[in-house]
Nanobody, 116 residues
Framework: QVQLVESGGGLVQPGGSLSLSCAAS????????MGWYRQPPGKERELVAS???????NYADAVKGRFTISIDNAKKVVYLQMNSLEPEDTATYYC??????????WGQGTQVTVSS
């Protein structure tokens, strides 16, 4: 089983930057990829970015060119650098981990609010 703990959310003005991190513990050797989803208020959860253990990345169109996902494979820590933030990026951000032997694991969520 994999446990995930996120950190780094907060309040930022439009155009600003924030960095999120998510540390995995438990059966981290079974993790094949990690990433981030977000859920804006009143909306469905949506994929933001993902990265495999081979560092292949995938981004939602809405964040391409502004967000960067990276991973420390040895420690199974995934990062999300968010630049040029917009009010539409306001959401609860959830880290997830894919495992080759278990169901997807989710973090508890961290709030990102972009507002002046």
């Amino acid at each position: 089983q994999v446990q995930l703990v996120e950190s780094g959310g907060g309040l930022v003005q439009p155009g600003g930057s924030l960095s999120l991190s998510c540390a995995a513990s438990g059966s981290i050797s079974s993790i094949s990829g990690m990433g981030w989803y977000r859920q804006p208020p009143g909306k469905e959860r949506e994929l933001v970015a993902s990265i495999t253990s081979g560092r292949h990345t995938n981004y939602a169109d809405a964040v391409k060119g502004r967000f960067t996902i990276s991973i420390d494979n040895a420690k199974k820590v995934v990062y999300l650098q968010m630049n040029s933030l917009e009010p539409e990026d306001t959401a609860t951000y959830y880290c997830y981990a894919d495992s080759v032997v278990a169901a997807v694991s989710w973090g508890q969520g961290t709030q990102v609010t972009v507002s002046s």
